[in-house]
């Protein structure tokens, strides 16, 4: 792609942001915060975790984004037998008697990992090893993994027995945690409508991998001001309890804060927020726009909290 400067670059991308979420309308009623949050994490190279009920169409959303994006697509549903070398592949014996990879089901450009909490860590491991360096080691050889390369994993709030809860640091490898609600009552006749008559949308792709690759440098390189920047940092110190800028709130409701990451992803998608909504460097509402998705699963609650009810929703609109 080339423009004459990086003024339309980015116009091109608020164009193409726009482009997409016409097409994901066509099937997905509703949720435009979600669209958009996930659009977000993908123009910042970042992985976003998805939270609902089951039936609030989690993977229709993923499915029709892949569409949209002229992007490989693949699906793992995840369950406690899954074994590392079920999603990454493994070496197998040819006729010959030589070992050759067989690539697995991780070998893609957006993986849906569906229920990631119903598999054991090793396997979940393997998963979060190849989203943070974007390749996998399977005896002693390193593969590649394509790029753009997209994880969008989703999770079930309800129904936790035999399940393996995400640890902290794993959790932390997602950009964002996007939380789905209930469509409203006109959102959900729409969809029953458009669901149970004989008529199917076509979603028409939009954006290939390499404008995708492009785009993603192109919001790395949105300059942004000191002030905002400090802004999102102070966001992410003030979650962490018995520091210098924790405030008595965090000091007593607090167990753990917001590490570094939690500080560059908001700079990243506040940088692209601000990109898709037709402005050319973040301010502080931008940042605010995308805290509540990048701390909501990197801040932990103590016990004082979960007993008085104090939401991580709370708990982020108190560090503004």
């Known amino acids: 792609m080339k423009f004459e400067n990086d003024v339309d ?120 090893e190849a989203m943070q360096e974007r390749c996998v080691t399977v005896a002693g050889v390193q593969h590649i993994l394509p790029k753009p390369f997209f994880v969008l994993a989703t999770q079930n709030p309800i129904e936790q027995e035999g399940t393996y809860p995400l640890p902290e640091a794993q959790l932390d490898r997602f950009m964002f945690n996007i939380f789905l609600d209930y469509p409203s ?43 905002v920047l400090e802004y999102a940092v102070s966001l992410a110190n003030k979650s962490r309890p018995n520091t210098e800028m924790a405030t008595d709130f965090v000091n007593n409701y607090i167990s753990w804060g917001a590490g570094p990451r939690a500080s560059q992803c908001l700079v990243l998608g506040a940088k692209c927020h601000a990109a898709i909504t037709g402005k050319y460097s973040p301010d502080v509402d931008d940042v605010r726009a995308v805290a509540n998705f990048v701390l909501r699963h990197r801040v932990v609650r103590n016990y004082k909290a979960e007993a008085e009810g104090i939401s991580i929703e709370e708990v982020v609109k108190k560090l503004f």
């Open 9 to 128: 670059a980015v116009d091109a991308l608020a164009q193409s942001y726009q482009n997409l979420k016409s097409e994901i309308a066509k099937v997905i009623v509703g949720q435009e915060d979600i669209v958009k949050t996930v659009l977000i994490s993908l123009f910042c190279d970042g992985h976003s975790l998805l939270v609902g009920v089951p039936g609030l169409a989690k993977t229709l959303l993923v499915n029709t984004i892949s569409q949209a994006l002229d992007l490989g697509f693949k699906r793992i549903q995840f369950t406690p037998d899954l074994m590392p070398s079920d999603i990454t592949g493994s070496e197998v014996m040819d006729e010959h008697r030589n070992f050759a990879f067989h690539k697995g089901p991780l070998f893609t450009n957006i993986l849906l990992a569906d229920e990631i909490n119903r598999t054991p860590p090793k396997t979940q491991a393997a998963l979060l």
């Open 185 to 227: 009552y006109k959102e959900e006749v729409d969809i029953v409508k458009g669901t149970t008559s004989g008529t199917s949308k076509k979603v028409n792709s939009v954006l290939t991998g390499e404008e995708i690759i492009y785009f993603q440098h192109l919001v790395r390189k949105i300059p942004i001001a000191d002030n």
